[in-house]
Structure formats: structure tokens, C-alpha cells
DNA sequence: GCACATGTAAAGTGACCGTTTTACACTGCG
DNA sequence: CGCAGTGTAAAACGGTCACTTTACATGTGC
């Protein structure tokens, strides 16, 4: 396997695990099984590490997320959760860990929540014919109260949070 | 004022700014203006300071969000979160960056959910008359998400869950 | 008036932090 | 053949970490 692709993975694991501050780089290269030398030489310093963790897990997770309808967007969800272990959104877990003071944190973690929004929005077109802001932010809403709730009440939540969008575009689209 | 309690309020505002892991023991007696053997005397060790932290906060938020109606529940949210800055659950963030390793931590954020969610099964109640797991597990699930989404979406959001949640509630009364 | 609790300031503990450096091995290409 | 590129192992960098210790100043109650 690619070395890059082996420390991301090593990274994602140990960072979602332990958190951010608390994997210190001998761990990582430990992890990855390569020196620290190399891993300077692949991603600079550790929060480029975090930033290039965090955007390639965007690019996983929204290929899993890219469907059209509801139920499927929920359906992702829990599959993701069932698999990857319940620990609220990495993205938001990286930014409040560094005081959303490193500039490449941030706006990876803005990037992702903004793409999630764009394929919400395409499923509420599917859905209901038209756009309708309200319906997708309230369906991002509850999405991010699953990924976050499913920490301390279990994947079951999801099912849930799926039930209550459909009722609420039930709601829009008969208005 | 007390010192315990400057204490408490310094490292929750060091905490909620700056991370848990990232706030040295250094800054956090300066921020208090007490010595480091003072501050161990009253909290032990760094995860006793955290644990404390979020009881404190759990006593606090849960005194302004002890309300009996879905729109009183969230304007009480929308004041929190202009008041103290919107950076996700100081729960979650805690037990996350922990990695769940530390008991004191785990159990002060399940605490403080399960106290969450018997505030709105009373809300419930009071709306529709009856008891309903789904739709208090919903409204749940929207203050959850609308905590989090605050960080990025900005405290407005919770008006969108405010409104959701009212919808919600129209529907479970009506079936 | 003396013991005691409670506080301060400041130095010291060893461990670990992120990062750089030194020295060396292997590979593939001109 | 030689050399650039890419990797390793391991030590060193200065700094910071959580936490303890030493030594000293208070005020309070018996």
C-alpha cells in the first residue's frame, strides 16, 4: 500500500480514537511504520497532517452520502456510523480541538459541512420537486443530531432522525 | 469571589476556547490567578478540573433550559448559544477528546444527555398531553443538531430547528 | 500564643511534545 | 558508474506537559 495512504488511514484511525492532541507523532509513525522523516516530508507538520486526514475523509464519506433521496442519505448515515464507530463529526472534533485557529482546519471543516449541504439540497429537489431551504436545513439538521446523538444513544437513533425528515417533507410537499 | 469558583469559570472559558487537551495547567492557574498547588488541592488532577468543569456547566445550562414548551426549550437554546459562543457540545468535545478513556468524563456527559432528555420528555408532555418516545427522541435529535450546527451555520439555525420541532409536535398531536 | 488550615511563589520532577538533524541503505535512471 | 530520490533508524532540539515539593505568609479558633 501507498505510503501516504497508509499514514492517512493510521492517522484517521488514531485521531477518531484517541483525538487529535492527544496522538502524538511517535504514535503515528509508529503506526504507519514509517520514520518521522518521511512523514514530514509527506504532509509538513502535524496539523497539515489533520488537514489532509480530514479531506480525504470528506472525499470517502461523501462518496458513501452521494444518493437521492431520504431515505438512502439516512441509510448512508447508519451504515457509516455502524462501521466507522459513533464519535460526533471528525470535522467539528478537529476544529473545536484547535480553537478553529488553524486556518486549513477550518476550512476543511466548513468545506465538508458545505458539500453536505449542496447534497441535501439535490435531495430535497428529488424529493419535493423544488428547492426548499427550510426542508434542507432542517434535514441537516437532524443529520448532524444523529451523527452527534449517536455517540451516547447508539446507531438506532438514526432510524429516527430518518422517520422525522420524512414526516417533515411529507410536510413541505403537500405546502 | 470564591476561589473554587473562579476556578470553574476561568477553565471553563479556557476549555471551551482553546481545547482541553491544548489548555496547560499554567495558563489556567494564571487565568484563575492561584497557585498550581491550590488548584490541586481543590480538584485533584487535570481530569478532576474537567469533570468538575462540566458538572458546573451541566447544573448551569440545564437551570436555563428548564422550561415546558418546544419554543420556550429552544429560545432558551438561542440565548446559550449568543451568550457563550457556539463551538459544538462542551460534552461531547470532552468525552471526544478523552477517547471515552476517562470515567469521570463519560459519566458527566451521559449524565448530562439523560438530564437533557428527561427535560424534553416533560416538554412533550406538556405539549401533546401524552407521552411519545419518537417525537421527544426527534426534538432531541434537532437540539443536538442545532447545538452543533450553530458553529458553523450560525445561532439562526436554531430558530430552523425551533420551527421543525413545532411541526413535529403538530403532527404526533393530531395521530 | 500556638497549632492549623489555607493560601502564595517558585523551583524541580521526569516524561513527552512537535520538529530537525545526522548518518546510512536501497533503488532506478542517465 | 555515479548520482538523485526516497526511504530507514536514532539521536538531539528546545519547549511544554501534568504534577510535586520546598519554603514561607497569612488569618482563625482553642
Same mark, same amino acid.
Do not use: F
Given at each position: 500500500m501507498d505510503i501516504r495512504t497508509r499514514l492517512l488511514e493510521t492517522a484517521e484511525q488514531l485521531f477518531d480514537r484517541h483525538g487529535f492532541t492527544a496522538t502524538g507523532m511517535d504514535r503515528l509513525t509508529q503506526g504507519a511504520g514509517i520514520s518521522s522523516r518521511t512523514l514530514y516530508k509527506h504532509v509538513g507538520n502535524k496539523n497539515g497532517l489533520i488537514a489532509a486526514v480530514l479531506n480525504e475523509r470528506d472525499r470517502r464519506f461523501h462518496r458513501q452520502v452521494e444518493t437521492d433521496s431520504v431515505d438512502a442519505l439516512f441509510g448512508a448515515l447508519e451504515i457509516w456510523l455502524a462501521q466507522e =464507530? =459513533?464519535? &460526533?463529526?471528525l470535522f467539528l472534533r478537529a476544529w473545536g480541538e484547535t480553537g478553529g485557529d488553524v486556518p486549513e482546519i477550518a476550512e476543511a471543516m466548513a468545506r465538508h459541512k458545505q458539500r453536505m449541504r449542496e447534497r441535501i439540497d439535490a435531495i430535497v429537489v428529488a424529493e419535493i420537486g423544488r428547492q426548499d431551504d427550510e426542508l434542507a436545513e432542517s434535514i441537516q439538521l437532524l443529520f448532524e443530531g444523529a451523527t452527534h446523538a449517536a455517540a451516547y444513544r &447508539?446507531?438506532?437513533t438514526v432510524e429516527v432522525a430518518r422517520r422525522a425528515a420524512h414526516r417533515l417533507a411529507g410536510l413541505a410537499r403537500i405546502a
Open positions: =464507530a =459513533a464519535r &460526533g463529526c &447508539g446507531v438506532a
